[in-house]
């Protein structure tokens, strides 16, 4: 398979390392100073595109994929008050697009965990749940994905909790 890596950063030199590994290509590699290269006629050469990028720059870099019929991996965490868009111009296109706030397989046990130790919690009264992030110093965005999404599963299952905004919960009185 022929692979798009749109962010070569930590994340994005990871994944080549894996690919190689694993016998694919990488046909492109965009980074900030060769923007300009991530286009149609350069995505059409690849088979899938993985986006590991920035919250300011992951929809239009998702939108171009979709535009280049392109299959679509992101990882990018920060964006999703636009998620809605990017679903939609997906099905518009009939493009595919896969996303997770976190890939790790240990992590997504730790989500299911969470969703049902949540609902366990919310029958128990006099206990409360709450969430301290602590992130490798080279974190661009906080609270991580990951982070927001264990808040949400909990927020979904713990009837004690309510959204007051994108982060915040506060417990029922």
Known sequence: MKIALIGYGKMGKAIEEIALQKGHTIGLKIDLGNIADLNIQNLQKCDVAIEF???????????TCFDA???VVCGSTGWLQHL??????????????LYASNFSIGVNIFFELNKYLSKMMNRQKG???????????????????????????????????????????AECK
């Open 84 to 97: 809605g868009e990017v679903k939609n111009k997906c099905i518009e296109l009939n493009g595919s697009f």
């Open 127 to 169: 206990y409360d749940v709450s969430i301290e992030e602590i992130h490798h110093t080279q974190k661009k965005d906080a609270p991580s994905g990951t982070a927001i999404s264990l808040a949400e599963q909990i927020i979904g299952k713990y009837t004690c909790k309510k959204k007051l905004d994108k982060y915040i919960t």
């Open 53 to 63: 990028t920035h919250p300011d720059s992951v929809v239009k870099n998702l939108l």
């Open 69 to 71: 019929n392109i299959p």
